[in-house]
């Protein structure tokens, strides 16, 4: 349903443009795969270096600080890749 007149916009030249509300879905939503995978991999590392145990707290601010620095790099970058004329 992405080609729906509501979804995108096609031009002459055969290009679309995703609309304001699908473009910000998908951007969000990349965002959390890439949050998701990278504390994932540093928890691996840190579990397996036995620093902390599944379900602690140590655990807990691995994923909340990732979480917390995936935010700030993903405002910064929203204006590039959220404008309204693409």
Do not use: H
Not at 23 to 38: F, L, N, Q
Not at 64 to 77: M, P
Request: glycine share 8%.
């Amino acid at each position: 349903m992405l080609n729906s007149p509501d979804t995108c916009k096609n031009y002459a030249d055969g290009s679309s443009s995703m609309n304001k509300t699908t473009k910000g879905i998908a951007y969000v939503s990349v965002w959390v795969i890439i949050w998701g995978t990278i504390a994932s991999l540093v928890d691996f590392a840190l579990l397996g270096a036995d620093l902390y145990n599944n379900g602690s707290m140590g655990q807990a601010s691995t994923f909340a600080t990732y979480g917390l620095a995936a935010i700030v790099v993903a405002w910064k970058l929203a204006p590039k890749f959220l404008r309204e004329n693409d």
